[in-house]
């Protein structure tokens, strides 16, 4: 009895071991084909047949059926013109898949302080959307994060999440800038109330958005991205993967609200830009959108500019050289730091000129809130495939001191039913 079971232990451990090797020269034989794999394969064939107690001939004669039908298969699809190529392995469809994943992030700038409002961001984009999908998460500070912060964030999210910190010389004065100049426009542009006149953080971080973020190294990896600001909403449920959808549909930078840009904090930008394409006419794309933010063919700027706080961009735009070269004129102009100039109105200016406008996407779909605006689809089919819970009476697209209107005109879009209520809002 003893020896019986011993015997049968043999026989399946021999069986399962000529297994194993068969699988692995099936993969071999996948990796490059060759008739010294095939032959181990089938002798490999032969001997779990005998071991498993199988008759030879019973084999032989499967086998030689098998091989007539795939001749006679052959044959036939080589007279229907159909290529007959070994089917992909599971290694080669793995790294295909990999290489067609877009290579996409979510990217916050933000301070400690702010991990109550940014969980709820978190939650919100989670909910809506990468509870499907599992984007990475990339966290950028000009100080440590705090471990809480870490553990609290890390908790929330369904991806990967990397903490960076910000190098110094991306979050200070340049050797060009005088900081007693700088420091006395504050002052005065605080005493005429203009908002954040008065911050000198706010200026690094307005800075850091136009200039720097996308040369983080933690952003290497990645050709978009999605910025996320502390206590924003989204209002409806993103089903599909908008990262794909960019690069699937040749989209560079896409937006949810528009809105004209405080003329206080940017009294000089258009006067830098204009020098910069004069200097640097190559850079401007010749079907720009260049009459979203002028009403005058470039003489003035109309203060229209996409609300940077949303973002679903290519990191490759901001590497370009054409938008590496306007950065560094505008920066060395000094206005980040002798104005205000928000990182705004300083990429939608480089978007509208540098990039052909049908590279440019407005997501009426993506129901959007950071304070105090709303984008909420009031296209009734839209709001209801989005399973939407915003108040459409309070959509911004269409109010007054928006720039929807004006991108829809630019771009002859049609208007959904009913826009025409917010006229006067
Ligand atoms: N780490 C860090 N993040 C900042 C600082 N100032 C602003 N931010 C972040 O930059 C983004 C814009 O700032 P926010 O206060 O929301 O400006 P607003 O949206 O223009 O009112 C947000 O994600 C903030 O968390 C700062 O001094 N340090
Ligand atoms: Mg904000």
Redo the contacts with the bound molecule.
């Keep these: 009895m003893g020896f019986r079971v011993s015997k049968r232990i043999i026989r399946f451990s021999a069986l399962a071991g000529l297994v194993l090797l068969w699988l692995g020269l099936t993969f071999v034989k996948h990796e490059g084909t060759t008739s010294v794999n095939h032959y181990i394969v089938d002798s490999v064939k032969t001997g779990i047949a005998s071991v498993a107690g199988i008759q030879e001939d019973k084999v032989e004669g499967e086998a030689a059926k098998e091989e007539e039908k795939e001749r006679l298969d052959a044959e036939h699809a080589a007279e229907q013109g159909i290529s007959q190529e070994d089917p992909m392995s599971e290694e080669a469809r793995k790294l295909l898949e990999d290489n067609s994943k877009v290579r996409a992030t979510f990217v ?4 400690n302080s ?1 991990l109550a409002q ?1 969980s709820n961001s978190i939650r919100q984009v989670e909910d809506r959307f990468n509870s499907k999908f599992h984007y990475p998460w990339v966290f ?4 440590p994060f705090t471990e809480e912060f870490k553990s609290v964030v890390k908790e929330l999210i369904s991806g990967d999440v990397e903490f960076g910190i ?1 190098p110094e010389e991306h979050w200070s004065y340049p050797d060009w800038i005088n900081q007693e100049k700088a420091a006395a426009a504050r002052e005065q542009m605080a005493k005429d109330n203009i908002i ?1 006149g008065g911050s000198e ?2 200026r ?2 307005c800075r850091y ?1 136009s200039g720097f973020f996308w040369r983080h190294p933690l952003l290497d990896n990645y050709d978009w991205y999605w910025r996320v ?2 206590d924003i909403k989204l209002h409806c449920d993103i089903d599909y993967d908008v990262f794909q959808w960019m690069r699937d549909n040749d989209k560079e930078y896409g937006f949810t609200i528009s809105i004209h840009e405080y003329k206080e904090t940017i009294p000089t930008l258009w006067k830098t830009t204009k020098e910069f394409i004069k200097e640097h006419p190559e850079y401007v794309d010749k079907n720009n959108m260049r009459a979203f933010i002028s009403d005058d063919k470039g003489k003035s700027y109309n203060l229209c500019h996409f609300w940077s ?1 949303f973002e679903i961009a290519s990191l490759n735009f901001w590497r370009s050289e054409a938008y590496r070269a306007y950065f560094d004129h505008l920066d060395h102009a000094g206005g980040f730091f002798y104005e205000r100039w ?1 990182d705004a109105p300083v990429h939608s200016i480089a978007a509208a000129l540098f990039l052909p406008k049908d590279k440019i996407h407005y997501f009426e779909d993506i129901g959007y809130f ?2 105090p605006f709303n984008n909420c689809p009031i296209d009734s089919e839209v709001y209801e495939k989005g399973k939407c819970n915003c108040n459409q009476d309070y959509d911004f697209t269409f109010q007054g001191y928006s720039c929807g209107n004006k991108y829809f005109e630019v771009n002859k879009m049609t208007k959904p039913d009913g826009w025409e209520r917010f006229i006067r809002t």
């Design positions: 916050t700038l933000v301070r702010e940014m950028l500070n000009d100080e910000i954040y953080s706010y690094h971080m958005e600001e502390p706080n928000g950071h304070n």
